[in-house]
């Protein structure tokens, strides 16, 4: 798998920790306010977005940690 780039990981979790829980949290008081349906559905469901693409970016952040320390325990061996 090809590693995913420094800008774009730092977009993802810009999207993740703040644009998904912001729309979120505006369609969620927003939408009763003027009786659109279905507002708590779809708040609920951006925040499982929000929430699984944080544990993805977090899981490759661990592993891209993980590759660098290897890396360096390489290097210091020779």
Known sequence: MK???SKI???LKWIAIVGLPAA?????DVFP???IPYGAEIANTITHVA???GACLMISNMQYKKQQQELEDTQKEE
């Open 3 to 5: 590693p995913m780039s």
């Open 24 to 28: 979120s949290t505006l369609i969620g």
């Open 51 to 53: 929430v699984f693409l």
């Open 9 to 11: 990981y730092d977009v």
């Open 33 to 35: 306010i003027w009786n």
